[in-house]
């Protein structure tokens, strides 16, 4: 078992190192500069990785900076469905397994191999057609994890229809502004899902939202709970009955590298949800090297991703990338609790997963309920685990990786967002030693730049904005219906730049560590302070399983920090404890970092992709009222209620 080594870092075992594309750092240092220094070879390579039905682009990447636009193998045309499917039926694996489906209640799993898979999509694509959905359509997709989801954006892949999915957690008024907002004709929804032993209603929330004028005129349902649900004629059809009558073959449209290839919308700083969208080939050629490189996928693994499609995560990692890479990928319907909290490790177990992705929230989850849930099932068959969505704290690292990966997985940290399409700083598996809590290095033909907000370059150790220099293939090209609010958000605040939204810093060895959301940094005495860092001190405490930290006015300090903690099963808030949490702080980080005050709660408020919403603890915090928030996004808004109750 590899543990740390004295600079705190680990290194790669020498068995993971034959499993490795990459490794050596000098090796990793090599492509990067090519990517950088001859970004167009660079990439005409790696479209090798891409089956192409011309690669007629004039120019690989062609860059208008002042209009905030940008092409990539324009004139270049390819099929993303055909990438994910066809191209490896025809390739021998027309009898493997593509997608492993694993329903809420354990034993009840589906496995499409690709040919059966590629013959429902075939299928599925036929139904949008006879429902009038042509090229460039929008198809809005509000479906929870079942395959037919995986065969509706597929589907829409092949005849060159974007689509838009909608999260199925979203109330009726999110669907509504989606689907108005990307002008949805065709809807593809269900009856009802399920979630923890739970059934939840899906169709009723549609009818609902089809009671308002909207651009729907066909709804598509599939039947998966079998519950009464009222269908109106000539609007509503079944899926099945559908597919039943559809014709077995469809071509694949031949699209553009620089088509629409999908729309998904993501929250920013700002109310309304903004619809983020990408382009066929850079997206498609971004997903399919990252998905191999940073989690060095070998043909035959079971790669299991837990994130929901509704989330980009999802469409990238769960779908396009391993299926674009010819992998077999796990889609999970359910919860890690149910029905007990051995859930994850016991499908990992069944199914022998080799590659498995999750977020530092489901592994906080995994660490409060005890390392004997993980120990009651076999996991060896792990080779690398993955964590995505927040920073993940090192204590959280450590116990992923000594439980969970019994010190032989390494741990693929990759930061990346919505807008970034795929991976764009990460540690890579096999090419040197990892730090726990750092994203480490960019991944191919990223330019990290991190700068302070007067734009210049913020110096070493120091934190700052996390910025990019040049657009790179999978970069999001325009908010749906929207350039100027693209332009103003990723490209102007940094001209030349793309902004990420996120502080960032920079250690001597040049590895990246990421602070979070910019808006997450608190002011005490004129000292900059991440709340990520106070947070992973509170964390690294016995008794804390969560913490989120915001800051409240204060009249010397200008800012205090106000520390919002779940505690693990068999602690108790009591005075001593929240002390003693200060004292933690104070040692951990700094009499700087001081909490002024600490609150324990039983939840704190979170989206439902799992990131708490520190906006809405800042506001419950500082006692200003919080009734006035959108309290919609959050997975049970009867948190808030709790919190101020339970305010000090
Ligand atoms: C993939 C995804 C994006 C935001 C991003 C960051 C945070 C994501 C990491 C991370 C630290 C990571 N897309 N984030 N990954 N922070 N380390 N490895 O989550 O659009 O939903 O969110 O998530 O703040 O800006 S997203």
Same mark, same amino acid.
């Given at each position: ?227 009464? @649900?009222?269908?109106e004629d000539g609007r509503d059809f079944w899926w099945h009955e559908e597919m039943s009558k559809a014709d077995l073959k469809c071509p694949c449209e031949q699209m553009d590298a620089e088509d629409p290839f999908f729309i998904l919308y993501t929250s920013g700083s700002t109310g309304k949800p903004k ?43 769960? =779908? ?39 977020? /530092? ?34 204590? @959280? ?50 330019? /990290? ?84 860092? @106070?947070?992973?001190? =509170? ?55 001081? /909490? ?43 948190? =808030? ?8």
């Amino acid at each position: 078992m590899a543990s740390e080594n004295a600079d705190g870092t680990y290194s790669p075992s020498e068995e993971y190192r034959k499993r490795t594309y990459i490794d050596s750092y000098a090796k990793y240092e090599e492509m990067y500069r090519k990517s950088i220094e001859e970004p167009e070879e660079f990439w005409t390579e790696q479209a090798e990785n891409l089956d192409w039905y011309s690669k007629g682009w004039k120019k690989v990447f062609d860059w208008n900076k002042k209009a905030s636009t940008f092409t990539w193998f324009k004139g270049g045309k390819l099929n993303a469905c055909y990438n994910c499917l066809d191209r490896h039926v025809e390739g021998g694996l027309k009898n493997t397994a593509a997608l492993i489906f694993e329903a809420d209640e354990p034993g009840n799993s589906r496995v499409y191999t690709y040919g059966l898979l590629l013959s429902e999509v075939e299928k599925f694509a036929n139904v949008l057609k006879s429902k009038g959905v042509k090229k460039g359509d929008r198809v809005a997709v509000y479906l929870p994890m079942i395959p037919e989801l995986a065969i509706t954006v597929l589907a829409c892949a092949r005849i060159g229809a974007v689509h838009s999915v909608v999260f199925s957690g979203f109330s009726t008024d999110s669907l509504f502004n989606r689907v108005q907002d990307s002008d949805s004709k065709v809807l593809v929804t269900c009856d009802g899902s399920y979630r923890g032993g739970k059934t939840l209603d899906m169709k009723g929330k549609v009818n609902e939202m089809l009671e308002r004028e909207t651009s729907v005129d066909s709804v598509i349902v599939v039947k998966h709970t079998g519950k009464d @649900v009222v269908m109106e004629d000539g609007r509503d059809f079944w899926w099945h009955e559908e597919m039943s009558k559809a014709d077995l073959k469809c071509p694949c449209e031949q699209m553009d590298a620089e088509d629409p290839f999908f729309i998904l919308y993501t929250s920013g700083s700002t109310g309304k949800p903004k619809g983020v969208l990408h382009t066929v080939g850079g997206y498609m050629l971004g997903v399919t090297i990252t998905f191999k490189y940073a989690f060095d996928y070998r043909p035959g693994e079971t790669h299991w991703c837990t994130a929901d499609l509704g989330w980009i995560t999802g469409h990238s990692y769960v =779908l396009y990338g391993p299926l674009s890479n010819g992998a077999t990928t796990l889609m999970f319907e359910g919860v890690p609790n149910y029905p007990d909290n051995g859930r994850f490790w016991e499908i990992v177990e069944n199914w022998k997963v080799d590659i498995f992705y999750t977020a /530092p929230t489901a592994i906080r989850m995994m660490r409060k309920s005890g390392d004997e849930w993980v120990r009651k099932h076999d996991v060896s068959s792990l080779k690398v685990l993955g964590s995505v969505g927040e920073p993940i704290d090192s204590s @959280v690292w450590k116990w992923y990786y000594e439980v969970v990966g019994n010190g032989r997985c390494p741990i693929a940290d990759t930061y990346w967002q919505t807008e970034t399409g795929s991976h764009i700083i990460l540690p890579l598996p096999g090419a040197w030693n990892q730090k726990p809590g750092s994203a480490m290095k960019p991944f191919f033909g990223i330019e /990290p730049v991190i700068l302070n907000e007067d734009k210049t370059p913020t110096p070493v150790g120091q934190d700052g904005r996390l910025c990019i220099k040049k657009p790179w293939p999978s970069c999001a090209r325009t908010l749906w219906g929207d350039h100027e609010k693209y332009k103003e958000t990723y490209w102007n605040p940094y001209p030349g730049y793309y902004f990420s939204g996120d502080g960032a810093r920079q250690d001597s060895d040049g590895d990246i560590w990421i602070t979070g959301r910019v808006d997450d940094v608190i002011s005490v005495a004129g000292h900059r302070i991440g709340a990520a860092e @106070v947070e992973a001190a =509170l964390i690294a405490h016995p008794a804390v399983s969560e913490a989120a930290v915001v800051p409240i006015p204060d009249e010397m300090k200008g800012e205090a920090i106000y520390g919002f903690v779940t505690l693990k099963n068999g602690f108790e808030d009591s005075e001593e404890l929240r002390n003693d949490l200060v004292k933690q702080v104070r040692n951990e980080v700094g009499p700087i970092a001081t /909490p002024k005050t600490i609150q324990i709660a039983e939840e704190l408020p979170k989206t439902r992709s799992g990131k708490i919403v520190r906006r809405m603890l800042r506001k419950i915090a500082s006692g200003s009222d919080f009734r006035s928030m959108d309290a919609s996004t959050l997975v049970d808004p009867g948190v =808030l209620d709790d919190l101020v109750k339970g305010r000090r």
